[in-house]
């Protein structure tokens, strides 16, 4: 059964960079077929998806992070990272790391990992 | 980037009783060349991850419960509990998937009345 789990700095501080890696476990990152994707939460706030790689190391980001946003991928040890450069509060939210199933055309999710709280704060 | 807008922002139900989740879409998310509707249904418990309830707006994923089901197309789109349970108390989200950047609706809360 496939499991991905997030893991990283749960504070950052204002103008600093926000690292986070998901670790896939249960099934390859190599795949064909299916993306790994970033989707966040605003504290009670809804889903914002924010980016994806392919095993290949092709991204897709959401526009409006484009150019704070980076995310690679390491095939070698089944992970993928993101990382968000000058963070301000609006950047806090529960991170999601998940599979972003493509194999029909489709692009919805599944599984995601259990999430983690990344705040922004002096 | 297309909007999708749920309706209502949350509704109380009876135990065993139906629930109807609305999901409205800024443009159409049919896509013409194979007729299929690019929409996503999620259910989120507390402390949990959101979980894939229904893809293609109304294909179950393996393993849901056939209480939920999805109906719907272009821009306009359900999902039903059919009887709900105790343990379908959750915030449910719809996406989009026909055009990038996805989006999310900003989910609806269903609770026991």
């Known amino acids: 059964q496939l499991q991905l789990q997030e893991s990283g700095s749960g504070l950052v501080k204002p103008s600093e960079t926000l690292s986070l890696t998901c670790t896939v476990s249960?099934?390859?990152?190599?795949?064909?077929?299916?993306?790994w994707g970033w989707i966040r939460q605003p504290p009670g706030k809804g889903l914002e998806w924010i980016g994806r790689?392919?095993?290949?190391?092709?991204?897709l980001y959401k526009p409006s992070l484009n150019g704070r946003l980076t995310i690679s991928i390491d095939t070698s040890k089944n992970q993928f990272s993101l990382k968000l450069f000058s963070v301000t509060a609006a950047d806090t939210a529960v991170y999601y790391c998940a599979r972003q199933i493509h194999i029909t055309g489709g692009n919805w999710f599944d599984p995601w990992g259990q999430g983690t709280l990344v705040t922004v704060s002096s | 980037d297309i909007v999708m807008t749920q309706y209502p922002d949350s509704l109380a139900v009876s135990l065993g009783e139906r629930a109807t989740i609305n999901c409205k879409s800024s443009?159409?998310?049919?896509?013409?060349?194979?007729?299929?509707?690019?929409l996503a249904w999620y259910q989120h418990k507390p402390g949990q991850p959101p979980k894939l309830l229904l893809y293609w707006a109304s294909t179950r994923e393996s393993g849901v419960s056939d209480r939920f089901s999805g109906g719907g197309s272009g821009t306009d789109f359900t999902l039903t509990i059919s009887s709900l349970q105790a343990e379908d108390v959750a915030v449910y989200y719809c996406q989009q998937y026909y055009d990038t950047p996805y989006t999310f609706g900003q989910g609806t809360k269903v609770e026991i009345k």
């Open positions: 443009q159409s998310v049919l896509y013409s060349s194979d007729n299929r509707n690019y």
């Open positions: 249960g099934g390859s990152i190599d795949s064909s077929g299916f993306y």
């Open positions: 790689i392919y095993h290949t190391g092709t991204t």
